[in-house]
């Protein structure tokens, strides 16, 4: 299968002995850039999706299809492997089923599968948790719309900061019996948090961000933590640029004037002009 390299890459991630901060991806060119600065994985988040496909905040506005031909975008651009935050599957667990189905095919290296209630209850502004029983079935299905085995399913749990870690680690039990791949938590507050959920599972740990007394890499891995998202900034940073570019320029800066531009060599790298150029010469008989 054409990305079989990417899954195994990510699986050995998961395997190894230590612990590694992602890439925060989204679309074509912030994949590149994280390939090329040597990210040994990309994260492609629920929010930044949102943001970056529809522009909206992260309410689970989003479809399947955007999510699944945003990643299929990056699969094109790059070959750096990408971890989906696919939230709740988008429905009960035969759409996870489908889910799957579809990120598997647009080249996701693995993907998230929440227990979070999304959309969110009427009338209820606190986040929800979806039974433990329902989660469960949603984690069988997703295993079950798995074609290629080396596609990494992970079950995510935010019961941390939701109801308790005790319960955390209740459904993560829960889902590692099932067989996932290994174990999404967010909401750890604490080191002592931390050490209670490994010691009572054995699978890989991926942490959804973290206070700072959790950012030590080398105590992270002791923990048996392999990946510790750092946030989603590279979205954030572009929209601050395209506003002060934007602005400037609405305000009469000539373009010639305007700051924090990119120099030309990057342009080219992230655009791959060296093999565009190489692939019309070769392919359209045009002077290299």
């Not at 909401?187 to 030590?216: C, M, Q, Y």
């Amino acid at each position: 299968m054409a990305f079989r390299s990417r899954r195994e890459k990510l699986r050995l991630i998961l395997s190894g002995g230590t612990c590694v901060h992602p890439g925060s991806v989204y679309d074509a060119i912030s994949i590149r850039i994280a390939e090329d600065l040597g990210f040994p994985l990309g994260m492609f988040g629920g929010s930044v999706a949102s943001l970056a496909v529809l522009g909206d905040p992260d309410v689970t506005l989003i479809t399947l299809t955007e999510l699944a031909e945003q990643m299929r975008r990056m699969s094109r651009a790059a070959s750096l492997p990408v971890l989906v935050d696919a939230d709740h599957g988008y429905g009960n667990a035969l759409n996870v089923r489908r889910t799957v189905q579809e990120l598997e095919t647009a080249g996701a290296a693995g993907l998230t599968i929440e227990d979070t209630l999304l959309p969110a209850a009427f009338g209820e502004a606190k986040a929800q948790l979806i039974s433990l029983e329902e989660g469960v079935g949603k984690m069988k299905a997703a295993l079950d719309g798995r074609g290629d085995p080396s596609l990494v399913i992970m079950g995510r749990t935010g019961a941390a900061s939701i109801t308790s870690i005790e319960d955390a680690i209740r459904r993560a039990r829960a889902y590692e019996a099932v067989g996932v791949d290994a174990l999404f938590f967010t909401g750890i507050k604490s080191r002592a948090e931390l050490e209670a959920i490994a010691g009572a599972t054995r699978l890989p740990i991926v942490l959804g961000g973290a206070p700072d007394e959790l950012n030590a890499l080398d105590y992270l891995a002791s923990q048996r933590v392999r990946i510790a998202l750092q946030g989603h900034a590279p979205i954030a940073a572009a929209t601050q640029a395209v506003y002060e570019v934007q602005k400037a320029l609405r305000e009469g800066t000539p373009p010639k004037a305007l700051k924090g531009l990119p120099s030309v060599e990057l342009t080219n790298r992230v655009t791959r002009e060296a093999d565009v150029k190489a692939r019309s010469a070769d392919l359209l008989g045009l002077k290299k």
